[in-house]
């Protein structure tokens, strides 16, 4: 696609839901409100129980839904709309949108004209607040830090200056934009989110792919948005921990060299273990299993990313030191 038409890019926002009527109106009315941007909208209905559905088609009509039969989560639910959204070669953009999360009505146009003159861009987002406190940052960006742990930038502080723009280790996925360009580049085609993690540091998992390829994230000041923070899955805390902690061994293993996971080995299991001394602590022992059941079933899952793991071996184009660096605080 040639700058000129890059730069009159149509965005495909993506909406991925499962039983959340109750939010989708909010977050579609922030969509209808975007300004000057050409955009169309694309909602996967994981298998919704709700009336998810109907209230989407209520709402708005002119979006396209694909309903599914199961519950795909997070990653293949958006891999699927992304493969249908780039059928459309007016699409340079694509907008990940959660459904607890609402964006501000020049969100979108500040991060395309931001991204006009950034031809190496990966994937945007602007500073995302809590939604019932919009004094409390829920994020500027995410990262890898040095104990292995996916790590939201800035999460929780008080403040009310915009950071950046900053060129940063990686986007959060529930309100970021990513480039049509960088799709079609990084090795896994129509996988944009590996399918194998389901949901949980996928967007972590995509950040270090972008950033070990060479390819550059922003946080791009102006553009807010707010998000409540997991309204579906954070209903049962031993879920997510299950799926964090199952998932972060490969997240490590596809995208560090081999020395660094070695070399940061003690703080991992020292994490590891704080966290279960914590849980048991506050008398939670469910959550203790899933951590330590979690762990185990990710190690145990390794060989199913070996593919993927020698895939982005030979992409990887960054330094060791540079990586290192980006992990001290993600920038």
């Known amino acids: 696609m040639h700058n000129a038409v890059r730069q009159r890019a149509k965005t495909a926002f993506i909406i991925v839901c499962w039983n959340n009527q109750d939010l989708l109106p909010e977050c579609l009315a922030s969509i209808k409100a975007q300004t000057n941007t050409s955009h169309k909208v694309i909602i996967v209905d994981n298998a919704s129980h709700d009336a998810s559905v109907e209230v989407a088609r209520k709402e708005m009509p002119e979006a396209e839904i694909i309903e599914e039969k199961e519950n795909h989560g997070f990653a293949k639910g958006n891999n699927i709309a992304i493969q249908k959204a780039l059928e459309d070669e007016e699409v340079g953009y694509i907008a990940l949108l959660n459904t607890d999360a609402r964006i501000e009505s020049t969100w979108l146009e500040i991060l395309t004209d931001f991204c006009v003159s950034k031809p190496q861009a990966a994937c945007m987002q602007g500073t995302t607040l809590d939604y019932y406190n919009h004094d409390v940052i829920d994020s500027t960006h995410i990262f890898i830090s040095r104990n292995g742990q996916g790590t939201q930038g800035n999460w929780r502080n008080i403040s ?72 579906s899955s954070g209903k049962n805390p031993g879920f997510s921990l299950y ?56 190690l145990l899952r390794l060989p199913l990313y070996w593919k993927k793991i020698r895939a982005l071996r030979r992409a990887r184009s960054v330094p060791y030191e540079y990586l290192w660096y980006l992990m001290q605080r993600g920038y």
């Not at 799926?243 to 299991?269: D, E, G, H």
Request: glycine share 8%; proline share 4%; charged share 20%.
């Open 160 to 231: 009310q200056t915009e950071f950046g723009p900053k060129k940063v280790f990686g986007v959060n996925a529930a309100a970021c934009l990513i480039t049509r360009k960088f799709i079609e580049a990084q090795p896994f085609g129509t996988e944009l989110f590996d399918e194998l993690m389901f949901m949980y540091l996928e967007d972590v998992d995509l950040a270090a792919r972008a950033t070990t390829m060479g390819w550059d994230n922003y946080l791009v000041p102006g553009a807010r948005a707010l998000h409540m923070g997991s309204a």
């Open 243 to 298: 799926y964090t902690f199952r998932n972060n061994s490969a997240l490590l293993l596809k995208n560090l060299p081999f020395r660094m996971v070695l070399a940061m080995t003690p703080a991992i299991l020292k994490g590891d273990l704080d966290t279960i001394a914590t849980l048991r602590h506050r008398g939670q022992n469910k959550a203790t299993r899933m951590v330590i059941k979690g762990r185990l079933v990710g």
